[in-house]
Structures are given as structure tokens and as C-alpha cells.
């Protein structure tokens, strides 16, 4: 069965300096993968995604992710954080044909 | 923003009552989802849909039905609502042509089971 992993519930960091919040993923075959981002009381936004090719994605307000085929992650970054990138990030997964699977969400902190 | 609508945004409603939280998409999108989620935690899956006619089975499937009559339309019911009900739903759709892509939320609809 599909499953995603973030291993960390809160990241904090200074506005300014870069940014990384971890996910790991496991599915059978080729993965789906997603970053989504939640301010409070809000829908789920859509920030990136991984299909295929470059394993360097690139996604809105300046989140890029990695996708690692050998160590099954995909890590949210970032190179300079502002205070309003604050919020709740989620990872998610789906092998192809099922459905959207998410991590259980890691909570951004960037303090000025 | 994204054309998925779900109604109402809140709903307080007493224990024991049948209630329908509708969701609805213009995108002509083929899978539509439901998840439950408490206030900053996870999300978890409850049902999903590939197209019309397909209802699919998700973690916390047990206490409420779907229906997929309409490609756009994707009502999540339960029949008797308990104060464990007590969460925000999303609603959420995805373009399927052969291969997966991202999903599309709807704002949510907060339920109260008092």
C-alpha cells in the first residue's frame, strides 16, 4: 500500500534563510507526487508536483522540491523564507490509478 | 482559484440528524475525493470516485455513504450524525486522462454535532 511520511511536526526558521521540510513516500512503481500548503481556516492549496522528468520541480511563490528516486524522498525547499510562508505543508502520493494519499503535515514556522 | 464549491461552509446540527454535504466542480474533472480533517492535523481519506458511477472506499468510509450520479456532483451523506463527526470535510477533484494529476480543493465545510 501507498504511504507517505513527514517526519517532522514543526520546522522553524529565521525570514530570510533557506528552508527544508522532509518527506519520504513509499508505492509500488512510479509516484505521484505532491506539495500542498493550508492557511488556517482555508482549503488546501497546490503548490508542486513531481509526474516525471527533471527531478528539480519547480512550483509557486519560489518552492522548488527535490524528488529522490534512491532514497524515496521529495523535500519542499526553499532559498530565502518570508514570515508569511508560515503555515501547514503537506506531502502527498498517489500510485497511479488510486487515490491521493497525504503525510500528516508539518507546520512552518518563520519567524522575522 | 479553483472552480470546486462545497455548501454549506458551516453546519451545526444535533445528534441522531441525516445530513448531505454537497460538492460540486466545473472543471469536468474525472476523480473527486473526500477527506476529513481535524483543525492542523491530517488529512484522512473517506471516499473517492474515478467517474460517474464509481464510489470507491477510503479509511474512514464506515459512517457515511457517496454517490456519483453527475461528473460534477459528489455528495457525501451521513446517516446519523454523532459528535465524533465533529470535523472540517474537504472536497477535492483531479484531472484523470491516463495518468494522475493534482487535485483541486474545495474551502471546506466545518460541521458541528452537538
Known amino acids: 500500500a501507498q504511504s507517505v511520511a513527514q517526519p517532522e511536526d514543526q520546522v522553524n526558521v529565521a525570514e530570510g534563510n533557506p528552508l527544508t521540510v522532509k518527506c519520504t513516500y513509499s508505492?509500488?512503481?512510479?509516484?505521484?507526487l505532491f506539495w500542498y500548503v493550508q492557511y488556517p481556516n482555508r482549503g488546501l492549496q497546490f503548490l508542486l508536483k513531481?509526474?516525471?522528468?527533471?527531478?528539480l520541480v519547480k512550483g509557486s511563490y519560489g518552492f522548488e522540491a527535490e524528488f529522490n528516486k534512491s532514497q524515496t524522498s521529495f523535500h519542499l525547499k526553499k532559498p530565502s523564507a518570508l514570515v508569511s510562508d508560515s503555515a501547514l505543508y503537506f506531502c502527498?502520493?498517489?500510485?497511479?490509478?488510486?487515490?491521493?494519499?497525504f503525510g500528516k503535515g508539518t507546520t512552518l514556522s518563520v519567524s522575522s | 482559484e479553483a472552480d470546486i464549491y462545497q455548501t454549506p461552509r458551516y453546519l451545526v446540527i444535533g445528534t441522531g440528524k441525516k445530513i448531505t454535504l454537497e460538492c460540486s466542480q466545473t472543471?469536468?474533472?474525472?476523480?473527486m475525493y473526500w477527506y476529513q480533517q481535524d483543525p492542523g492535523m491530517e488529512l484522512h481519506l473517506i471516499h473517492y470516485?474515478?467517474?460517474?458511477?464509481?464510489?470507491e472506499k477510503g479509511d474512514l468510509s464506515s459512517e457515511s455513504t457517496v454517490s456519483r450520479i453527475r461528473t460534477e456532483h459528489f455528495p457525501l451523506t451521513l446517516e446519523s450524525a454523532r459528535p465524533s463527526h465533529t470535523s472540517q470535510y474537504l472536497c477535492?477533484?483531479?484531472?484523470?486522462?491516463?495518468?494522475?494529476?493534482?487535485?483541486?480543493f474545495g474551502q471546506g465545510t466545518r460541521l458541528t454535532v452537538v
Open positions: 508505492v509500488s512503481g512510479n509516484p505521484y
Open positions: 472543471m469536468g474533472h474525472d476523480k
Open positions: 513531481y509526474i516525471t522528468g527533471d527531478n
Open positions: 470516485s474515478y467517474g460517474v458511477n464509481s464510489t
Open positions: 502527498a502520493v498517489i500510485q497511479a490509478g488510486t487515490a491521493l494519499i
Open positions: 477535492a477533484s483531479s484531472e484523470y486522462a491516463g495518468r494522475d494529476t493534482e487535485a483541486f
